[in-house]
């Protein structure tokens, strides 16, 4: 079945915006299960302790709520800068304003951080999803006029963007119970989809990506999405490898991040 009945046409700046997003992060998920990680979280200091102690860094919550402030300010942006553009933009400003707000939420109330980020990888995510949430609004906005795809998506993305975020937001609350007040040891997660695979929430995080793809129709929307996804799965599987490094009694059947598949 053709793109076209399913994707507006895109401009050549929405085409080559969609190949450098989804390369880039398709080759960083590479470099994930190659073993050079993003410094954050259980794998800052991994690789070359002197390299790492050598970096700036910061402390891990100022650090993710300054990686997610730029993408909400954009979404809530473009409800000024493209005001009264039809149903389907509103409901991509919408979805990209509420899935930032989210993260800036878990960032302050909800996650329980151990450690830090150094700033180098800090500036890598923030200016990703700066400038994914950014082109995303430009392709929408260049869209504007043209005829509606013949197959209509915005339904099942809005379902597929509302169960990413209620999936995500539930696995990471899972995960903020894991330690006790003062607590920085990692443990095995319990619970939900826990028992299936390690990163449940970076499937959810993947699901919402979707809902935007879904929601948009757009060629980056899609690229977008396809991209995260690659990265995420790299990133689940250098994290599954972490703990069957770390924990002897680590479940063998406990896969990545899509259950009973990867």
Same mark, same amino acid.
């Given at each position: 079945?053709?793109?076209?009945?399913?994707?507006? !046409? !895109? #401009?050549?700046?929405?085409?080559? #915006?969609?190949?450098?997003?989804?390369? @880039?992060?398709?080759?960083? &998920?590479?470099?994930?299960?190659r073993?050079?990680?993003?410094?954050?979280?259980?794998f800052? &200091?991994v690789?070359?302790?002197?390299?790492?102690?050598?970096?700036?860094?910061?402390?891990?919550?100022?650090?993710?709520?300054?990686?997610?402030?730029?993408?909400?300010l954009?979404?809530?942006?473009?409800?000024?800068?493209?005001? =009264?553009?039809?149903?389907?933009?509103?409901?991509? /400003?919408s979805?990209?304003?509420? $899935?930032?707000?989210?993260?800036?939420?878990?960032?302050?109330?909800? $996650?329980?951080y @151990?450690?830090?980020?150094?700033? =180098?990888?800090?500036?890598?995510?923030?200016?990703? +999803?700066?400038?994914?949430?950014?082109?995303?609004?430009?392709?929408?906005?260049?869209?504007?006029?043209?005829?509606?795809?013949?197959? *209509?998506?915005k339904?099942?993305?809005?379902?597929?963007?509302?169960?990413?975020?209620?999936?995500?937001?539930? $696995?990471? +609350?899972?995960?903020? /119970?894991?330690?006790?007040k003062?607590?920085?040891?990692?443990?095995? !997660?319990?619970?939900?989809?826990? =028992?299936?695979?390690?990163?449940? $929430?970076?499937?959810?995080?993947?699901?919402?990506? %979707?809902?935007?793809?879904?929601?948009?129709? @757009?060629?980056?929307?899609?690229?977008?999405?396809?991209? #995260?996804?690659?990265?995420?799965?790299?990133?689940? +599987?250098?994290?599954?490898? %972490? +703990?069957?490094?770390?924990? =002897? *009694?680590? !479940?063998?059947?406990? /896969?990545?991040?899509?259950?009973?598949?990867f």
């Open positions: 079945m053709s793109l076209v009945k399913f994707l507006f !046409p !895109p #401009t050549m700046f929405v085409a080559a #915006t969609s190949l450098v997003s989804c390369t @880039s992060l398709a080759m960083t &998920g590479i470099s994930e299960i073993g050079k990680n993003l410094q954050y979280s259980k800052f &200091g690789g070359s302790q002197t390299a790492t102690e050598s970096k700036v860094k910061i402390s891990s919550r100022p650090a993710m709520v300054m990686v997610y402030t730029p993408a909400f954009a979404g809530v942006s473009s409800f000024v800068i493209f005001p =009264d553009e039809g149903l389907r933009f509103l409901l991509l /400003k979805a990209i304003s509420i $899935h930032f707000f989210k993260r800036i939420f878990e960032s302050i109330f909800v $996650h329980k @151990s450690g830090e980020m150094a700033v =180098d990888t800090m500036i890598v995510v923030l200016l990703s +999803y700066f400038t994914s949430s950014v082109f995303m609004v430009i392709a929408q906005h260049q869209a504007m006029g043209l005829p509606e795809p013949p197959i *209509d998506l339904s099942p993305g809005i379902l597929l963007f509302l169960m990413g975020l209620c999936g995500n937001f539930y $696995h990471h +609350y899972l995960l903020s /119970k894991l330690r006790g003062g607590e920085k040891q990692y443990k095995i !997660p319990k619970g939900g989809l826990f =028992d299936f695979v390690i990163c449940p $929430h970076y499937m959810f995080e993947a699901l919402g990506f %979707w809902g935007f793809a879904f929601i948009s129709q @757009s060629l980056y929307s899609f690229s977008f999405a396809l991209g #995260t996804t690659l990265l995420l799965m790299g990133r689940s +599987y250098a994290t599954r490898r %972490w +703990y069957l490094s770390k924990f =002897d *009694d680590f !479940p063998k059947n406990v /896969k990545a991040m899509i259950p009973f598949i």
